[in-house]
């Protein structure tokens, strides 16, 4: 995964895929990426967020983040018990949500949830398969974690959430930064 300076980077700032199979392929990931990535052996990428490695590893046979195998570390969610749809991480902590484990698209039907969490994934594929799988109204999460711990800057997530969800409250807690939205009617 290429960045815009031409730096390796997490999927994110991905810019384009540079795929190696005998020989060298370009895939664009400017617009809706999680779709346009195929089936790989191996992705290398830098300092990819949960939400990323969770939905990459169906992807891909083995995730190199750095110089190292990528892996999910538990996080403590800082929300209450909810009902909904769990993306980007296999942990919600004790709430009380489906968790999605799969690749794009969803297997769900449209207007399906009532609510949903995002959790570190900024991919506009997946903030649109939210959209289209929770009822019109439908409060939508989207949990980062703050840069001083790893994660990115929460005006890059607010930015792709408020492009399918009206936003209605920005908050940091816990080192995390929680985007409660509506899905626009």
């Excluded at 810019?15 to 199979?21: A, F, N, T, Y």
């Excluded at 967020?49 to 190292?68: A, H, P, T």
């Amino acid at each position: 995964m290429i960045g815009s300076n031409g730096d390796i980077t997490n999927l994110s700032n991905a810019i384009k895929l540079e795929v190696v199979d005998g020989s060298k392929e370009i895939i664009s990931l400017a617009y809706g990426k999680l779709s346009d990535i195929p089936k790989l052996n191996v992705l290398i990428g830098k300092d990819f967020l949960q939400g990323e490695i969770l939905f990459l590893k169906n992807y891909v046979d083995f995730l190199v983040d750095k110089s190292r195998l990528a892996s999910e570390i538990p996080f403590q969610l800082p929300l209450n018990r909810q009902e909904g749809i769990c993306v980007g991480t296999v942990n919600c902590s004790g709430i009380s949500f489906k968790d999605v484990i799969f690749t794009y698209p969803f297997p769900f039907r449209d207007s399906s949830f009532s609510s949903a969490i995002i959790f570190e994934v900024l991919d506009l594929d997946i903030i649109r398969e939210v959209n289209r799988v929770v009822k019109s109204g439908s409060k939508v999460y989207m949990i980062l974690r703050d840069k001083l711990f790893g994660g990115i800057d929460p005006l890059e997530g607010l930015r792709k959430f408020s492009s399918k969800f009206r936003v209605v409250m920005v908050k940091e807690k816990e080192g995390f930064w929680i985007i409660e939205g509506v899905k626009k009617r």
